[in-house]
């Protein structure tokens, strides 16, 4: 029997393919774009995939940080998504990747099959015990996670989060939250990861007009080296091996 959380982001799946996904999640704007650049090559660079990794993306909506990872990688990726509706919209753009719905909180994929398992803005929708020990246990030995996930002490998101009609209004789903970063570096390590980083990033907002986005990125850059400011950053990278 499905699980009323699963039903809840299937309905919010169709929610984002018949609103616009990347309208709402707000990778359409200039500053968007900027972001989403950004986030990817953070995965890129952390990856450090071959050619014949295997990877996994979990998570993957429309596809957008699918494409932007097999472009700069070539890997063999398998994307999966609850979300039948984003999965069709995925699929259609990149051929070259596997696309299929799972459930990452009790994935079909075998153990230690892949390198590298890697996600936007995800795993705040999901049981946090239930879909790391998944991806522990699908992830090959040395294998790694990257993930960048909302930062739950930046004011705004701490808001949207935790203020039921405001999380209704800007279109949430009902179960999903946002990382404190030294409490989920804790619970990866107790799950067995290694290597732990989690780190703030991420000051420039999607409205940020054009003409100004150099001038907000730069000192949003210098901001994430200022301790104690730098903690109320936007988003977190999450970094951790098998």
């Known amino acids: 029997m499905m699980s009323k959380r699963l039903e809840n982001e299937i309905a919010h799946g169709k929610k984002l393919k018949a609103e616009g996904a990347e309208s709402i999640?707000?990778?359409e704007s200039a500053a968007g774009k900027a972001r989403a650049n950004r986030r990817a090559n953070y995965f890129i660079e952390l990856a450090r995939v071959k050619p014949s990794d295997e990877v996994l993306e979990i998570g993957c909506g429309t596809g957008l940080f699918t494409r932007k990872f097999y472009e700069a990688t070539k890997a063999n990726i398998t994307?999966?998504?609850i979300?039948?509706?984003?999965?069709?919209?995925a699929s259609a753009l990149l051929p070259q990747a596997k696309f299929m719905i799972d459930d990452a909180m009790k994935l079909k994929q075998s153990d230690g099959k892949f390198d590298v398992v890697f996600g936007s803005s995800v795993l705040h929708h999901l049981e946090f015990e239930a879909s790391l020990n998944e991806i522990y246990r699908v992830l090959k030995p040395g294998g790694r996670m990257v993930f960048a996930e909302p930062n739950m002490l930046n004011p705004q998101i701490f808001i949207?989060?935790?203020v039921p009609f405001i999380k209704t209004w800007l279109g949430d789903s009902p179960d999903e939250t946002a990382i404190v970063r030294w409490q989920f570096a804790n619970l990866l390590k107790t799950h067995g990861f290694k290597n732990v980083e989690i780190f703030p990033?991420?000051?420039l907002h999607p409205i940020v007009p054009k003409p100004l986005?150099?001038?907000v990125n730069g000192i949003g850059k210098f901001i994430e080296k200022?301790?104690?400011l730098k903690e109320i950053a936007g988003s977190v990278i999450i970094y951790a091996e098998k």
């Open 25 to 27: 999640w707000n990778w």
């Open 201 to 203: 990033y991420d000051f």
């Open 160 to 162: 949207q989060k935790n």
């Open 213 to 215: 986005i150099n001038v």
């Open 226 to 228: 200022v301790p104690v």
């Open 79 to 81: 994307a999966i998504d």
């Open 83 to 89: 979300s039948e509706d984003l999965l069709d919209t």
